[in-house]
């Protein structure tokens, strides 16, 4: 399916050439899983085939939208430092979940539990802000500061996540190790920006790109961004995913009261 927001192929891979999307690891660093995507080498350094990625992307960017078309939610995962402020970036925008520091273990495994962390955080915040710990020392508003610092850099962007997301979206799988593992055992699909370096063969929808180039990671990120965005305004009024722990299962309708 092809929507306004992902340009024709020849567009795709010129696009991604530009952003320097082409350039692998050294064959010493590939992964097996990865050899399909391999053009060639240049000056020890394998080249990607843009055609290859160019249809990865369209059909993740397809994937992306019809989770949007269901307002299922994407949680995107960046720990990386190139990665991690246009993740950030580009989920606050579509008000979605994001994790952009070390991923915590039983983040979606053990749901229940880190949903306590992030209300302690959201308790804490709205007290601060209605100037409501007047009752605390002085020493122990500083602990207190300190502790939603700490919540807020590990959970501030799972705040908006509610339940399990339907998808993830994840920059460098080689790295997001923990996070890939946890959606594998809830059966969640992956989206993943990934390198040569990286193991493909439990995602459901890699992008083969070059995952150390800020300039690369933005374009792609931008288009998943565009595809999500593009899913929202084909929406049905009213749409909502529930999620479980097997998955999205149905189609729910909620009153915009409640959305």
Not at 44 to 55: C, F, P, Q
Not at 206 to 215: G, K
């Amino acid at each position: 399916m092809e929507t306004s927001v992902q340009p024709n192929k020849e567009a795709l891979v010129e696009a991604l050439f530009t952003a320097g999307a082409q350039f692998g690891f050294s064959r010493s660093r590939r992964h097996p899983s990865t050899s399909a995507y391999i053009y060639g080498v240049k000056n020890r350094v394998e080249i990607i085939d843009l055609e290859k990625s160019a249809d990865a992307l369209a059909r993740a960017c397809e994937f992306v939208t019809n989770v949007a078309k269901k307002r299922e939610k994407m949680l995107f995962v960046a720990n990386k430092l190139e990665a991690k402020a246009l993740v950030r970036e580009a989920a606050e925008r579509l008000q979605l979940p994001y994790v952009k520091e070390r991923w915590l273990g039983g983040t979606m495994t053990n749901w229940t539990e880190m949903k306590k962390r992030i209300a302690r955080l959201e308790d804490m915040s709205t007290k601060r802000e209605n100037n409501e710990l007047g009752m605390y020392t002085k020493k122990e508003r500083l602990l207190i500061d300190r502790e939603i610092a700490h919540l807020e850099r590990f959970f501030g962007g799972l705040v908006s996540m509610g339940q399990l997301p339907s998808a993830l979206f994840v920059v460098d799988p080689r790295e997001e190790k923990t996070a890939m593992h946890e959606a594998r055992a809830l059966h969640i699909p992956v989206v993943a920006l990934a390198g040569t370096d990286c193991d493909i063969s439990q995602v459901a929808y890699p992008i083969v790109v070059n995952d150390s180039s800020r300039t690369s990671i933005a374009y792609v990120v931008g288009q998943i961004a565009a595809a999500y965005e593009e899913g929202l305004k084909l929406a049905p009024e009213g749409a909502a995913g529930i999620v479980t722990p097997a998955g999205t299962e149905t189609l729910a309708t909620v009153s915009p009261a409640t959305e």
